[in-house]
């Protein structure tokens, strides 16, 4: 399950606590405050099975890292972390979105 976080704080809502997986948020309410920068976050749990097969982006090899299957191919201790390395290497290397 995934939370959109942008109108309520997560300390007030607690979204893991109903069940979400991964919650995403707007930091520039937050952080900011008055708009200057613009920002968000996406936190993950780290205990959704991402290689039960119901998703193909984490089940079929991607070609631009050499084959690997993101919820099958990586070492244990980062296995329950799959989510949150593929949203930060692909569009990393996609899009070049690095400071």
Same mark, same amino acid.
């Given at each position: 399950?995934?939370?959109? +976080?942008?109108? +309520?704080t997560p300390y007030l809502c607690k979204p893991f606590e109903f069940g979400a997986d991964i919650v995403v948020s707007s930091l520039t309410k937050w952080v900011g405050g008055h708009g200057a920068g613009l920002g968000g976050i996406i936190v993950d749990k780290g205990g959704f099975a991402w290689g039960a097969g119901k998703h193909p982006l984490y089940d079929e090899p991607d070609t631009s890292y050499s084959g690997l299957r993101w919820g099958?191919? *990586?070492?244990e201790s *980062? %296995?329950? *972390? +799959?989510?949150? *390395?593929? %949203?930060r290497t692909v569009p990393l290397r996609n899009l070049g979105a690095c400071m």
């Open positions: 399950l995934i939370c959109d +976080s942008t109108f +309520s099958h191919d *990586l070492p *980062l %296995a329950p *972390l +799959s989510y949150i *390395l593929r %949203a």
